[in-house]
């Protein structure tokens, strides 16, 4: 079983990943925007992959993703979701990106390829 953070501010998203990755077997941690996420990797917790939405209050999911490869947990795997263009989003920092909306198949289907 692999540890995933999610990190979203619509509450419809994060119930849909939450159950569909629990569905797939994995735990989940779930953040509520870029700042709450960032503080689980500042108290220690170790998390297999990291599924962040780009557009957030606080802090968005490039900046999420910034901290991530600038700290000792750089290698972390991090996926982009957004519902917003490619120019939102600073590929170089992703392993992969999801365009919403996207079902359960290509959610798996990238999981899968990381875990």
Not at 23 to 46: C, M, P, R, W
Not at 73 to 92: C, F, L, N, Q, Y
């Amino acid at each position: 079983m692999d540890h995933i953070l999610v990190i979203d501010d619509e509450d419809m998203v994060v119930d849909f990943l939450r159950s569909a990755l629990a569905y797939l077997g994995h735990s989940v941690t779930v953040a509520h925007d870029g700042e709450e996420g960032i503080e689980f990797f500042k108290n220690g917790y170790n998390f297999d992959l990291v599924i962040t939405d780009i557009m957030m209050p606080r802090m968005n999911g490039n900046a999420v993703a910034k901290h991530i490869r600038s700290s000792d947990k750089s290698e972390t795997p991090i996926v982009a979701i957004t519902g917003s263009g490619e120019d939102d989003i600073d590929r170089e920092l992703f392993n992969f990106v999801l365009f919403k909306p996207f079902n359960l198949e290509a959610l798996a289907d990238v999981v899968r390829s990381f875990t």
